[in-house]
């Protein structure tokens, strides 16, 4: 998560550099809720922003620690009531870290799924909600294609299309 809070506005190479030097300084929920922020910034200082991304990193240990018991929450609720977390990091850390279902919407998936015709929306949870029914209507698709397979010949289902997916 803390990786996360970093990129928003910043460049992987910027980050990279700078995230190995704040963990082994402040590796625990523990210490960062504790460090003083003019630590943490010297540590961010080459990523944009790094005043108040130092601060959000510090509130959100610090509410890791006194709302969940330094475990990070599942709930998209919980995660974005967190300093420095929005919709997009949440759903990194739902589906990166902890292996649930999330789709972080950016700029660049929300061009992706325009170009693509899944739909014309630009608020990011209706693109979510949006590509989460084009899945279901592809896996839809699968599944019949799959049971026509199973008779005793295979037959091509032309009839099969899902609309705005392609």
């Known amino acids: 998560m803390v990786a996360t809070i970093l990129s928003a506005q910043a460049t992987d190479k910027s980050v990279n550099k700078a995230t190995p030097k704040l963990f082994e300084a402040f590796g625990t929920p ?4 504790e460090a003083e ?7 961010i200082k080459t990523i944009g922003l790094y005043r108040s991304k ?9 509410r890791l620690l006194v709302d969940y ?8 609720h919980d995660l974005v009531s967190l300093p420095g977390v929005g919709r997009k990091t949440a759903n990194v850390v739902r589906s990166v870290s902890l292996g649930l279902p999330g789709l972080p919407v950016d700029t660049h998936v929300s061009r992706i799924v325009q170009r693509l015709g899944i739909t014309n929306e630009t608020d990011p949870v209706k693109i979510e ?3 989460a029914l084009c899945c279901q209507m592809m896996n839809m698709a699968i599944l019949a294609s799959g049971l026509s397979c199973m008779e005793d010949k295979c037959v ?6 899902a609309p705005n997916v392609f």
């Open 30 to 33: 523990e210490k960062l809720a």
């Open 37 to 43: 922020i003019d630590e943490i910034e010297q540590l």
């Open 54 to 62: 130092a601060k959000n990193l510090q509130g959100m240990a610090q």
């Open 69 to 76: 018991g330094g475990e990070v929450p599942s709930e998209m």
């Open 129 to 131: 909600n949006a590509v």
């Open 156 to 161: 091509l289902l032309e009839s099969l299309t």
